[in-house]
């Protein structure tokens, strides 16, 4: 297979579900198992400054993903907005509203860059971390934020390219993104070949300026390259603030906005919650929620996959087609996802050995490992079938849901269990477990016994 037919844009409306689904996700599981490699050397790198360092890298990544919800939002849009018109081959239309959303964006970035800046004390005091741990991981988060100028467009520009069935130009892009990371995270955050020690803030660094650089390689695509959406600089009027192009993002990502903002905030009560058992208490979940994002990034490809088929095959009036590939990819997902939850379940204590020699953080790591692992099955469901009805524009509905059994129910069970039963932390890690369980079992539910909020695309 010669590089022009890789290069080629896939049509998700013709020929055999799962080969096209396969075929649309394993670049993405290619940056995905550099991903993974990246994100073990990160939290790797970071652990051997110390506890406190892992701890203020965790609350900053939490205030770092509230910034990127708006951002985030409008990427779930542009599965509908441009995955549609791609579904059709409407290129001329997809320009002009490929145009339009990076107008968004860019005003986005700017409003989202100083606020996070600015607000990053009052913001990460709230978790009622340590003081020493505050002041890395506020200086952390403030990095992000400058450098999000540019680097939040990164993810909307590559969901642009991907949203018209071109799937290998954005892989390459992130791998360059990836390596920068890891090549920079080696000389920042441990000052190797002379470079300056920054420890946290150069993790920070690392993120944003890989990210921007493939921004701007993304952005060049878009101009010069042969993706089927292309974007003429010479009509820079396009370059605009389209008032119907923003209600229609509103309409999209408002309760997608809303899911993620309320997932963070939840994100930061909880890590309310087991900062009161300790800075190594929260050094253990952010090894956890490390290594959930390694697990699940497979998982969060096919979403991404799935949300773009059920788009386009919407998009072409192709309901059963849309259906199947939310099934196929939720099962993929589920497969995935229990290989992974079984080996941290297997060897718990020495995964947790591998990134802390801390023993009270192995010690809590292991009991953290061997009661959520149990819940990644029902990530596997969550993970695509929330991206599955992105894709059909309906994100109200598994906004509604996260929010009711994540934040009411998790935060509850986490307040509780602890001192109804006497688990300490332990209960947190429960509280954790049983709301994925439902949360996973009540979308899968709504998916397949509710069409009429997924077919009204």
Do not use: H
């Amino acid at each position: 297979m010669d590089i022009k037919t890789l290069l080629k844009e896939r049509d998700v409306t013709q020929g055999s579900i799962l080969k096209n689904i396969l075929a649309m996700t394993w670049p993405l599981w290619f940056n995905s198992g550099v991903w993974i490699i990246f994100s073990g050397l990160n939290i790797y790198w970071v652990s051997k400054i110390g506890t406190d360092a892992l701890a203020a890298v965790t609350a900053g990544g939490v205030g770092y993903m509230l910034l990127m919800t708006p951002v985030l939002g409008i990427v779930t849009s542009v599965y509908g907005l441009i995955g549609n018109l791609a579904g059709v081959k409407d290129w001329v239309g997809a320009e002009r509203k490929a145009k339009e959303i990076m107008a968004i964006t860019w005003f986005l970035s700017l409003a989202v860059a100083f606020l996070g800046y600015f607000f990053a004390p009052i913001l990460l005091k709230f978790i009622g971390i340590e003081e020493k741990v505050l002041v890395l991981a506020v200086t952390y988060l403030r990095i992000q934020a400058v450098g999000g100028i540019i680097s939040f467009s990164l993810w909307v520009i590559n969901t642009i390219i991907r949203s018209s069935g071109d799937m290998m130009r954005p892989m390459a892009v992130m791998f360059i993104v990836i390596v920068l990371n890891i090549v920079f995270d080696w000389f920042f955050i441990l000052g190797n070949l002379g470079f300056p020690r920054w420890e946290v803030a150069g993790a920070a660094f690392a993120s944003a300026a890989s990210a921007s650089v493939g921004a701007v390689i993304g952005f060049g695509i878009l101009v010069w390259g042969n993706s089927p959406i292309k974007i003429n600089l010479k009509e820079w009027r396009g370059f605009k603030i389209n008032l119907l192009t923003l209600k229609e993002v509103f309409k999209i990502a408002g309760f997608d906005v809303l899911e993620m903002s309320g997932k963070v905030v939840i994100d930061l009560l909880l890590l309310r919650c087991i900062a009161f058992w300790g800075t190594a208490s929260v050094a253990v979940y952010g090894i956890g929620q490390r290594l959930l994002k390694m697990s699940s990034t497979g998982g969060y490809d096919l979403g991404m996959t799935t949300a773009i088929v059920m788009a386009n095959n919407l998009g072409a009036g192709k309901k059963y087609r849309a259906e199947r590939s939310a099934w196929f990819g939720t099962a993929l997902n589920i497969f995935i996802m229990a290989i992974a939850g079984l080996a941290f379940f297997i060897f718990a204590d020495k995964v947790m050995g591998f990134y802390s020699g801390d023993p009270q953080v192995v010690d809590i790591g292991i009991n953290y490992l061997k009661i959520t692992a149990f819940g990644y099955l029902f990530i596997a469901m969550t993970v695509v079938l929330r991206r599955a009805f992105a894709g059909a524009k309906n994100t109200r509905i598994p906004a509604l849901v996260t929010l009711l059994i994540m934040g009411i129910g998790q935060i509850g069970l986490a307040v509780y269990l602890p001192k109804i039963f006497g688990l300490g932390v332990a209960g947190v890690w429960w509280a954790i477990l049983i709301a994925t369980t439902i949360n996973g079992l009540i979308l899968a539910a709504l998916f397949k016994f509710k069409p009429s909020l997924w077919k009204r695309n």
